[in-house]
């Protein structure tokens, strides 16, 4: 099975630069989308297809991806970006939707 | 606006079966692939399964291959899930997620509120 891997947690001061990544043999090659979960919420699309955003996301929240590693910025991070976010991919060899085991952003 | 409301959770015996719902409205049902999600108490997200618009094509979770079975009406804009045979480690909420598939890759770019399945004796 193909194993998206996350660190569990990632703690920033407010206003900085938040880094979540994402690591897979061979990630680059695959579309990876990130998703948002705030405590007791349901999951929403903050990237998708890499770099994309969905509307109302805003520009400080980026994707990229490259090699063994996708990465999730947050820029100017914020007290509401506190929250579980989550990688996921297509393993389209098993056909199977993969996710990360999921990072919890801490705002100092 | 998009909404999709999961419902036909609860507590069920280890062995037993369930029926999950979810119903759309705020865009056009049949014209989407749709999807279940579940995550445990704590714990990440896992996909469980994924349809087609027109049912022709379904994905099961390989872990999960046998148990559940994924079916939508396109006519009453409804979601399924048939779960037969759970287990205490099937006790989770389930996300009801809109799937937005293309050649290369697929993602869920609208979610449900979840509904949860406890699986206790």
């Known amino acids: 099975s193909y194993v998206l891997t996350q660190p569990p947690s990632v703690s920033v001061a407010p206003g900085e630069t938040a880094t979540i990544t994402c690591g897979a043999i061979?990630?680059?090659?695959?579309?990876v989308h990130w998703y948002q979960q705030r405590p007791g919420l349901a999951p929403i699309l903050v990237v998708y297809d890499q770099t994309a955003r969905p509307s109302g996301i805003p520009e400080r929240i980026s994707g990229s991806n490259s090699g063994n590693t996708a990465t999730l910025t947050i820029s100017g991070v914020e007290a509401a970006d506190e929250a579980d976010y989550y990688c996921q991919v297509w393993h389209t060899t098993s056909d199977q939707r993969v996710f990360g085991g999921g990072t919890k952003l801490t705002v100092l | 606006e998009v909404k999709l409301v999961e419902s036909g959770g609860g507590l069920v015996r280890p062995g037993g079966s369930l029926r999950l719902s979810c119903v759309a409205s705020?865009?056009?049902?049949?014209?989407?692939?749709m999807s279940w999600v579940r995550q445990a108490p704590g714990k990440g997200l896992q996909w469980v399964s994924s349809?087609?618009?027109?049912?022709?094509?379904?994905a099961y979770a390989e872990a999960l291959r046998g148990r559940f079975t994924i079916s939508r009406d396109n006519t009453k804009k409804s979601l399924f899930l048939e779960m037969t045979g759970l287990r205490a480690d099937d006790t989770a909420v389930y996300f009801c997620?809109?799937?937005?598939?293309?050649?290369?890759?697929?993602?869920?770019?609208?979610w449900g509120q979840g509904t949860l399945v406890t699986v206790t004796s």
């Open positions: 349809i087609s618009r027109s049912s022709d094509y379904k």
């Open positions: 705020g865009f056009s049902f049949g014209g989407f692939s």
């Open positions: 061979n990630i680059g090659d695959k579309s």
């Open positions: 997620a809109r799937d937005r598939p293309n050649s290369a890759t697929t993602y869920f770019d609208q």
